[in-house]
């Protein structure tokens, strides 16, 4: 059995592929913390957010129609984001009671300090993923709101019923067990002990040595990197977007075994007819013209028998191409069906032609969503910008943070072209033909990763931005800052890429494009991006970094995210330069 309404009503993937990233996660916080505690609390909070949200999306499906991949997009998204954002504000937790405070300080302290991050990274990500609206296709506004809501509610849950459990758990949270201490004896011999003093914990002498070398030869690290990326980002070239059907699936399915039938017994078009509906008011003869015309056609197998209303008078015809609906010879054939048969048959005449059908509204969607990309990721760049310069009081920080964001997707991009229109490495995660790169995942994968991206974007400055306003040096705060979050960013990224890795074998290449473009967007933007490229720019830039016309500064607002004069004055830090232009 096999159709379109099989499809609607088949379940998505998933259930296994949680399970497998929540396994995964929970082994990588383990390791990073040593302790089961600690390694639990950040997982509880993924899933019960993720249940509050995937509930509230199923109100959200009584009143509007909800598109079958909001549930596992969400899923995904939701278990990534939420134990990130859980394991920051804990990292933080575990920081201040390494210092000696209380418990319930603790929490607080980590709140009004990482929590900040958490929800200007998780807003971001919301309205990054809402302003796909601008592409005014109805389910993919839809499905952005249900990921959305999961993606608050994981927000809400980090920084409100979080903290409470720190409070509750008292002083074993900054311990580790037999297990974990054993474990970080045998790794301080290679990352470097880290070392907790009275003024807070000292970041692991490997991550400073390697900040340090970068900091040491900035050019040909930076010029290295960014030519790596950009070479990853050539096969976006060749993207061709389109909509999966019954014929991406895996054999073992019914649906792909309907549909392979089909098009053996009766031609590959039969899976994706077109309609073509006809008002020939006015012109009698219309009708057999536009049937010589359409038969006529290359890309067209056969036209079935013309219907005709007897209340309306509209005709339709439904016509079977010679290709497949996947196929780009398909959306070739529709286009010179619009742009010249049609035209052509009805001439001058009063008659209304329209061509629809599943292969022509897919075709559809895809050029809707090709044309609305650009404005889109203008929107999104530019609230990246105003936003980062609110927070960090910087304009060369923020201009540099988005195109080496930007650098990251466009290679993720390139990859998901390599592995799914070209095949490289397909048989990896289960593909068994190639396909093209579905038409909503582009905006939708740009969305959710520069609100991702702006999550380690945030914390990482953050803390450089705290070491410099303290010491005033460059070079010292660019590698206690970037060295100081680097196990918390590693961590978080490899809990990230587990859990999308673990959607990228499911069946549906939906999913796998998901699964498989968001972790290595991900895992690009913690390596190459945050270890070498943020290290090696903020080099080269100097005190530029926090460069800031006095005008502008007087003129910007203070922002919510990081510290600011008034946190110094309150804790008696040192005073924190700034520069700006006099």
């Not at 303290?470 to 100081?484: F, H, K, P, S």
């Amino acid at each position: 059995m096999g159709g379109n309404l099989f499809y609607v009503f088949s379940d998505p993937d998933g259930g296994a592929s949680e399970l497998i990233g929540l396994l995964a996660a929970a082994a990588i916080l383990f390791l990073a913390f040593g302790s089961l505690v600690a390694a639990a609390l950040p997982i509880g909070m993924a899933v019960f957010g993720l249940t509050v949200g995937v509930a509230t999306m199923t109100v959200l499906a009584g009143v509007t129609e909800v598109p079958t991949f909001a549930p596992v997009l969400g899923s995904m998204v939701g278990l990534g984001v939420g134990i990130d954002y859980a394991l920051f504000v804990l990292a933080r937790h575990r920081e201040y009671l390494a210092c000696g405070l209380d418990p319930h300080e603790a929490a607080g302290r980590a709140v009004a300090t990482a929590g900040r991050p958490v929800v200007f990274a998780g807003g971001t990500v919301v309205v990054s993923i809402l302003g796909m609206a601008v592409a005014n296709v109805p389910f993919m506004t839809v499905g952005g709101l249900a990921v959305s809501i999961v993606v608050l509610t994981m927000v809400l849950a980090s920084v409100t019923l979080l903290p409470a459990f720190l409070g509750a758990a008292g002083p074993r949270l900054g311990r580790a067990g037999r297990i974990g201490r054993a474990l970080r004896a045998g790794r301080s011999g290679r990352l470097g002990r880290r070392q907790d003093t009275a003024e807070g914990p000292v970041p692991a002498v490997g991550w400073r040595r390697w900040i340090g070398h970068v900091g040491r030869h900035p050019v040909p690290y930076a010029v290295g990197a960014a030519a790596l990326l950009l070479t990853a980002t050539l096969p976006v070239l060749g993207l061709r977007v389109g909509l999966p059907d019954d014929g991406s699936l895996p054999h073992s399915r019914t649906e792909r075994r309907a549909y392979d039938l089909v098009a053996e017994g009766f031609g590959p078009g039969t899976n994706g007819p077109l309609v073509i509906a006809a008002d020939p008011t006015g012109d009698p003869g219309v009708l057999d013209r536009l049937v010589a015309t359409v038969a006529a056609d290359p890309g067209i197998a056969s036209v079935a028998p013309t219907h005709i209303d007897r209340a309306t008078g509209i005709a339709t015809l439904v016509v079977f191409p010679t290709t497949s609906p996947q196929d780009k010879a398909t959306a070739d054939t529709i286009a010179r069906l619009r742009t010249d048969v049609l035209p052509t048959a009805i001439g001058h005449g009063p008659a209304r032609v329209h061509v629809g059908g599943a292969a022509a509204s897919l075709s559809d969607v895809g050029q809707r969503t090709s044309q609305r990309l650009p404005v889109f990721v203008a929107a999104v760049l530019a609230m990246s910008f105003l936003l980062l310069m609110l927070v960090f009081r910087s304009i060369l920080v923020p201009l540099k943070a988005v195109l080496l964001n930007l650098l990251s997707i466009g290679a993720a991009y390139g990859i998901m072209v390599a592995v799914f229109q070209w095949g490289w490495g397909g048989a990896l995660i289960g593909l068994e033909a190639t396909v093209p790169i579905v038409s909503f995942i582009p905006m939708f994968l740009f969305a959710i990763l520069f609100g991702l991206s702006m999550d380690y974007e945030v914390f990482l400055l953050s803390r450089v931005r705290e070491e410099y306003l303290r010491t005033g040096d460059n070079g010292t705060a660019i590698i206690e800052g970037v060295a100081g979050t680097a196990r918390i960013i590693t961590s978080a990224a490899l809990i990230m890429v587990a859990v999308f890795l673990s959607f990228a074998v499911a069946e549906d290449p939906s999913t796998k494009m998901f699964g498989l473009g968001l972790a290595t967007a991900i895992f690009i933007d913690a390596t190459v991006v945050r270890m070498v490229l943020v290290p090696a720019t903020m080099t080269l830039l100097g005190r530029t970094n926090w460069w800031l016309p006095k005008w502008l500064d007087r003129m910007l607002p203070r922002g919510p995210v990081g510290t600011d004069d008034t946190d110094a004055e309150s804790t008696g830090e040192a005073p924190r330069p700034r520069l700006v232009d006099r």
